[in-house]
């Protein structure tokens, strides 16, 4: 991947696992200037995912469910990422 698009796509893949009836991700790289991660290349997103497959799950365990179809893209080619995770 060698772009910000590229991740975007990468990442809203991953997520359809999740079956996601709201999927927002926003490249955050530009509030993050000169920041350690961002000196080496790695981007800031956050996501917005709203899905049924978080009902009855702590925002912890919402996190990891992110965090799990994500593996592999951290810490690089994101170095940081911000998670709204929600239920219908």
Known sequence: ???????????????????????????????HAGHAGSRDGASHFSVRIVTTRFAGLTPVARHRLVYDRLHGLMPFPIHALAIDARTP
């Open 1 to 31: 991947m060698t772009d910000s698009l590229d991740l975007i796509e990468e990442i809203h893949r991953r997520l359809q696992a999740l079956e996601p009836t709201v999927l927002e991700i926003n490249d955050d790289s530009h509030l």
